[in-house]
Nanobody, 119 residues
Framework: QVQLVESGGGLVQAGGSLRLSCAAS????????MGWFRQAPGKEREFIAS????????NYADSVKGRFTISRDNAKGTVYLQINSLEPEDTAVYYC????????????WGQGTQVTVSS
């Protein structure tokens, strides 16, 4: 099992920045890919970005390229999502997720953290 706990959400004005954190624990994470998703009210959950724990290619959704940055700190067992130039449309619950490399389905999810952007 892999446990994921997000933090760092909150209320922020448009144009501001936030850094979300996802603390991961449980199994050896070296074979996992970590990702961030979000779900806005009335919309489906959407992929934002992913990063392998062991390093390598970072993948981003086209809609967030340039404003969102995913990173990891292996020593702390934490994955981050830096969000800059926040827009009201970024308001959503943000979820951290994990999957094994080579597997398409995301097996592990955090509880989510709310991000609200005021105009």
């Amino acid at each position: 099992q892999v446990q994921l706990v997000e933090s760092g959400g909150g209320l922020v004005q448009a144009g501001g920045s936030l850094r979300l954190s996802c603390a991961a624990s449980g199994r050896t994470l070296g074979n996992y890919v970590m990702g961030w998703f979000r779900q806005a009210p009335g919309k489906e959950r959407e992929f934002i970005a992913s990063i392998p724990w062991s390093g390598g290619f970072k993948n981003y959704a086209d809609s967030v390229k340039g404003r969102f940055t995913i990173s990891r700190d292996n020593a702390k067992g934490t994955v981050y999502l830096q969000i800059n130039s926040l827009e009201p449309e970024d308001t959503a619950v943000y979820y951290c997720a994990g999957r094994l490399r080579g597997v398409s389905g995301w097996n592990y999810w955090g509880q989510g953290t709310q991000v609200t952007v005021s105009s």
